[in-house]
């Protein structure tokens, strides 16, 4: 069965401090997608990034960076000199390989909730 | 703007009564998606859609219905049967064949009083 674990259930940094969120993942398949979301305060998911399988290269935006390791079977995520504003649940999901159709649908892990202190 | 609209944001219910909380996407996206969140136990998915007339139970569909009459609405009934009602709950879209991301709304706060 597939599953994600974020085992950092609540983290506390203060601005400007580097943090790095956990996500370790368990699929049987060959193909797979993952997944960062965030939550702020409003409730909304929203989108950071999506990480095939096959590539393995780290990924950097700004001052966001992800890890994807298969061989741990990992996608971790860094805050580098992080902010107020970044204060959220942040949530790891795993796609399911495609359903009839052509969809996919998505396991979140239990998300690792951020708080950021000025 | 483009985007997925819930409502009503918060809502209250007595035991026993059905509850149906509102999906609308303007997104002409055709798979629908509705997923509860619980502290401490991530998002899971309670029905989807993938077209017009058609939907599948997703890992928590026991207590909850749905229907999918038109591309752009995918209403939750929340019935008595659920027993465990009190939850965030989430409406998600995405397009057709695309390995993306989903588009999610702002939830809506089910209280069970």
């Known amino acids: 069965a597939q599953k994600v674990t974020q085992a950092q259930t609540e983290i506390s940094v203060v601005e400007k401090e580097d943090v790095t969120l956990d996500c370790v993942y368990e699929?049987?398949?060959?193909?797979?997608?993952l997944f960062w979301y965030k939550q702020p305060p409003s409730g909304e998911l929203v989108f950071l990034i999506r990480?095939?399988?096959?590539?393995?290269q780290n990924e950097i935006s700004g001052r966001y960076s992800w890890n994807f390791q298969k061989s741990t079977s990992s996608f971790n995520f860094t805050i580098t000199a992080s902010q107020v504003v970044d204060s959220a649940v942040y949530f790891c999901?795993?796609?399911?390989?495609?359903?009839?159709?052509?969809?996919?649908?998505?396991?979140f892990g239990a998300g690792t909730r951020l708080a950021v202190h000025p | 703007d483009g985007g997925i609209t819930q409502s009503p944001k918060y809502l209250f219910r007595k035991e026993g009564q059905n509850v149906t909380l509102s999906c609308e996407q303007n997104l002409n996206h055709d798979a629908m998606y509705w997923y509860r969140q619980d502290p401490g136990q991530g998002l899971r998915l309670i029905y989807y859609s993938q077209i017009v007339n058609d939907f599948q139970k997703g890992d928590i569909a026991e207590g909850y219905s749905v229907s999918r009459e038109k591309k752009e609405s995918f209403p939750l009934t929340v019935t008595s049967a659920q027993k465990n009602p009190t939850a965030f709950y989430l409406c998600?879209?995405?397009?057709?064949?695309?390995?993306?991301?989903?588009?999610f709304g702002e939830g809506s706060r089910l209280t069970v009083l």
């Open positions: 999901a795993l796609s399911e390989p495609f359903l009839s159709g052509g969809y996919n649908k998505l396991i």
């Open positions: 998600a879209s995405k397009e057709r064949g695309d390995t993306g991301e989903l588009f």
């Open positions: 699929t049987r398949d060959t193909t797979y997608y």
């Open positions: 990480r095939n399988s096959f590539d393995e």
